[in-house]
């Protein structure tokens, strides 16, 4: 049901997300001993980070899918106010903050030891806004309206989304013929009247309707009743391990099973789901492809730690089905992307490159030990045109489509990327590996962008070769037999 996935897929979206926004820290550290003090564990502490939380995570997850992401919220006049502006600057976010010198700005500390959480330390201030600030909101809403097809309501109950406000911005957006929807907090659900879509958990479905099985004769009862007394065209309910199961006002209910292969962290989920879902609407999809499209990128973002945003790259790759090679062959701008996402998951990435003009034991010994220095190898792959200026005429043998999709084909590489020059020093400046990988034909000082690579920070690793191997040899020996 879901079309062909590519970067531009979603590149004409555009998005408006209102609501709560969370400044996101995370400590991170190991745990090998329990306090003399009290019982609790020692956490050793060895690195922290900051990310954008509730609508920030929402508008980030959008910008990740290639669409186009406006947030509008509200933060205290404090330093974490200037902390979410950094965060936002570095992301393809356009951001309208509004000060509120009544509340501080809502930050989230999630201690972690490894993949688990140890501890959550929240610092908020969630009364209602000011009237002049609520008018501020909804002045720069009914600006920001008009150029945007769908609006998200992102509430975490923090303020920002009184009754009052939300009943103003779902009516303009009727009015004006733009979708609405929302990711609902609480029990008072009266102030999403006449919304599109809502997209509660079950526990926050339950809180509403009552208690009750998590069964689908119940769910679909009850919440059939709840879109016709709201007058909601369609409720998205997330039912974890279950899955999750789309119920409209009109016409027939939808379930998928999860699509999660391993659950490490369900922080964020909500926001993938409802920014997963808007893309796809604002796009003409049908619902029923949407949700089937939320539901694999809601499969992916559990199986991330922390609250990260899914990408167009990750649902490509995951929809990919036996087609995976393909899906591993990049533009620099989208292998950039790829990378970036990688970095933010602490992983550390290898770098080779070579012609690989007819692929033999030797290159792949050399890939398979590149691969156990790092998490993520990158090959770096010259096209055909790069080959013959370097080697000449009658080279390469092979296409740079058949060369690449071979390399591509290995379960040592996780992305090939093309370049037209003689070496890839534009390549390495613009992907900044961690670790630069050649054979030991090479010495370091004739490697390119060694000195590059060690400028931040990198190393360089000279891998032993397969003696008596090369496309030049296995040329000249068929040459000879023929």
Known sequence: MIP???????????ILIIGDIILDHYIYGSVSRISPEAPVPVLLKESSAMGLGGAGNVAANIAGLGGKASLLSVSGDDSNHEALLNLLAGQPISASIIK???????????????????????EEQAHALPPEIENKVFEAFTGLCPTCQTVILSDYGKGVLNPELCKKIIKTCREQGKWVMVDPKGSQWEKYRFAHCLTPNFKEFSSVVGEIPNQDRFILEKAKALCQELEIEN????????????????????????????????????????????????????????????????????????????????????????????????????????????????KRIGFTNGCFDILHSGHVHLLHASARLCDKLIVGLNTDESITGLKGPGRPILSQEDRSRLIAALGSVDLV???????????????KPHILIKGQDYQKSQVVGADLVESWGGEVALIDLVENKSTTSIIEKIKNKG
């Open 235 to 346: 409720l998205l309910i997330t039912r974890g391990s279950k899955g999750m199961v789309l119920v409209k006002r009109t016409g027939e209910p939808f379930s998928l099973k999860a699509d999660a292969k391993e659950v490490f962290d369900v922080s964020g989920a909500g926001d993938t789901v409802i920014a997963s879902l808007a893309v796809c609407i604002s796009m003409g999809w049908d619902w029923e492809s949407s949700v089937d499209f939320a539901n694999k990128a809601a499969g992916i973002v559990v199986g991330k730690s922390g609250t990260k945003p899914v990408t167009i790259l990750d649902i490509a790759e995951k929809l990919s089905d036996g087609n995976f090679a393909a899906n591993k062959i990049l533009s620099l701008e989208s292998a950039i992307q790829k990378v970036d996402s990688w970095k933010a998951e602490d």
């Open 100 to 122: 509120d010198p009544s509340r501080s700005t809502t930050l989230k500390t999630r201690v972690m030891a490894r993949q688990h959480q140890l501890v959550r330390i929240d």
């Open 4 to 14: 062909n996935i590519s970067p531009s897929t979603f590149q004409n979206a555009n």
């Open 417 to 431: 990327v093309l370049f037209d020059e003689p070496t890839p020093l534009n390549l390495i400046s613009a992907l």
